[in-house]
């Protein structure tokens, strides 16, 4: 199966007062065409900026990011926008509030300056049907929506250019639990319908359990561990990735917050630790841990990056 995206030894790093932010360090991973890959990690962890260097919105330090097998940096915007559209958390702040919700969806179209206005309006209504708009929404503002109604309007102003790949950065964390479940069946549906691939970054584990085939957990910049779905929520090795999933709270009555065993030290991507960069909130770490670098160990689908796991 040809990989829809391949992302090589990519990093990218802030200048920030005297000093340098590291977000995304050495990252590399393909997604096949029709999956979906769900990012995972703490805030900070360089999710949404190594979005963003896939979308080609960031330029890397180093390394290459490839869409169907033609390399990002050398397209120009109109041809990356063909290729590769994102899907952004915050419906409101995303869409032009004076702009009607017609001419938004119609905005990737009218961009590209190949068709003419019958053209546009026949793709535009054709794709705000396909996301459950009516024609009469398309003559609303963005004010004039609901939340979900507005990510739908950001789901089809995606993919009216009927794009390979779609960013989904946390598509559904701005929404009620309600609406967030409509959504994520309506990025599945037009997933199969489309033969789309999504690269997925979300906090919820449970949304990334749902919608995921593969998943990569993000730590200080750098890729700890990546398996398929299922088999990372039912065996995970890295002791971050199982930090995680031990943080999940629960309805049953009496729990309370789960202690996952991680201390009160917070990472800091401006102070990158020496050796493995999760040992001093590694529950079992040891002395060499501080000192060797781990190397990522792969596995039949993905890896782990850890020096305790054979």
Do not use: W
């Amino acid at each position: 199966m040809t990989d829809a995206i391949e992302v090589r030894h990519v990093a990218k790093t802030f200048a920030v007062g005297k000093g340098r932010v590291v977000a995304v360090d050495d990252v590399s991973f393909s997604i096949p065409a029709g999956g979906v890959l769900g990012v995972v990690g703490e805030s900070g962890c360089g999710k949404s900026t190594l979005a963003r260097v896939i979308l080609g919105l960031l330029s890397p330090d180093s390394g290459e990011v490839e869409i169907e097998g033609q390399k990002i940096a050398a397209l120009d915007r109109k041809a990356r926008a063909r290729l590769i559209q994102p899907v952004f958390q915050d419906p409101f702040s995303s869409l032009n509030p004076l702009t009607r919700i017609r001419d938004i969806v119609a905005l990737p179209l009218v961009a590209q300056g190949t068709l003419g206005r019958t053209e546009i309006a026949r793709k535009v209504d054709e794709m705000l049907g396909r996301v459950g708009l009516s024609a009469e929404m398309g003559r609303r503002l963005p004010a004039e929506l609901s939340g979900g109604q507005r990510q739908r309007v950001a789901i089809a102003r995606a993919l009216v250019l009927r794009p390979r790949v779609v960013v989904c950065d946390e598509p559904t964390s701005a929404l009620d639990v309600s609406v967030q479940a409509q959504i994520l069946n309506l990025l599945a549906e037009l997933r199969r319908d489309l033969g789309l691939t999504y690269l997925f970054i979300s906090h919820n584990l449970a949304v990334v359990e749902h919608v995921a085939s593969e998943v990569a957990v993000m730590y200080l910049g750098r890729l700890v561990e990546q398996a398929p779905t299922e088999t990372l929520f039912a065996r995970p090795e890295h002791p971050y990735t199982k930090a995680l999933l031990a943080s999940v709270l629960t309805p049953e009555p009496g729990l309370g917050v789960p202690d996952v065993g991680l201390g009160d030290t917070l990472p800091d991507p401006a102070n990158i630790p020496s050796g493995c960069r999760f040992h001093p909130r590694c529950p079992v770490a040891e002395p060499r841990c501080s000192t060797e670098t781990p190397p990522f160990k792969p596995r039949a689908s993905g890896g782990v990056e850890c020096l305790l796991v054979p």
